[in-house]
């Protein structure tokens, strides 16, 4: 059966908003689409979205679900690594993580009309649960080791873990590595050899600490491997910033999602950008953590694509990613709304390997598609959107 869902607005992201819209769909996937002068299919049910617009589904390109236990639990901290330290503190005083919360966070995702996440996770936690769910996700499991005597048989190790897991069409598996300053040299390299054409996520450039860190190799990151027991005397601080460093191992490319970049110059961007990288920023975190506000402008102005994510409960008070539209919308007034709303769709699906199947609403996609309550008398869709949606505005279709 063919449906035509009608609404006030259609937002392809794709191309410009569509008023008085309407999206045709058959067996899942979107037939076709069109505004208030082209004929939409005959002879089918309709649906009428009355007072509402109409967008894909939102991507959440970074979050740790496996932490939603710590919600309210981690209190933001003056600098990164102190945070990080109280993180690993509250985690050890667990054996595993429950699995409740995290089957409430992919409800709360769901109800904020997110569809795909980025899931990076070091326990695979929220995997059965993910599989017992409508999100579509890539499933990142994550590598430390800053002392490591075998990164080939860590990472062999992983990916037995992956290979053991049932196979959901939805989900998708790699294997990538945390940060510059928690993964050896050798674990990064192992990593880009084995990544084939997976997607890689890392952490970069997210701290002051980690720029003191890569050139010196002094601060507090080091104190902090030192007193985790894990640091070696062995490792030489490279002397250059994060992407270079990156490069350096063969992670800098199109596969690439560089996570909060807030300390990345312009010089750095660029590089990311020519290599079809991509950023994820994630500003409300990095403002709990204490990694101050990420440079949502520069991020833009320099041509690299942009994501976005929430990062996870233990850094960030909901998983509604409009909310996170409206922290970049304030952070950076002066960039245009369908950029930024690209960011938290198209660019993230791309990003994610789900670019052919959701992210925009054109003909073939998956219908994965919410509707969002509007005033009646609303002229700039796109910039509403990025006002703060609760919730309560968002249905599935």
Known sequence: MITVHRARWVVPVAQPPLEHGWVAVENGRILALGG?????PSGIERREAHGAVILPALVNAHVHLELSWMRNRVAPAPTMPQWVERLMALRRTVERDPPEPIADAIRELRAAGTGLIGEITNT????????????SAAVFRELLGFNVADADALIATAREQLGQLPPVRSLRTSVVPHAPYSVA???????????????VSIHLGESAEEIEFLRTGTGPWRDLLIRFGVWTDSWRPPGVGPVDYLARHGLVNERLLAVHCGQLTEEELGTLARAGATVVTCPRSNLWVGAGPPPIARFYASGVRVAVGTDSLAS?????????LASMRGLAPSVAPSDILASATKQGADALGFGDELGTIEAGKRAELIAVRVPDDLDDVEEYLLSGIEPTQVSWL
């Open 185 to 199: 040299p050798s674990l990064l390299r192992a990593v880009a050899s084995a990544s084939g054409d997976s997607p």
């Open 124 to 135: 695979l936690a929220a995997y059965d649960a993910l599989t017992h769910s409508d999100l």
């Open 316 to 324: 960030v008070q909901d998983l509604n990613l409009f909310s996170e």
């Open 36 to 40: 208030r002068n082209d004929a939409a």
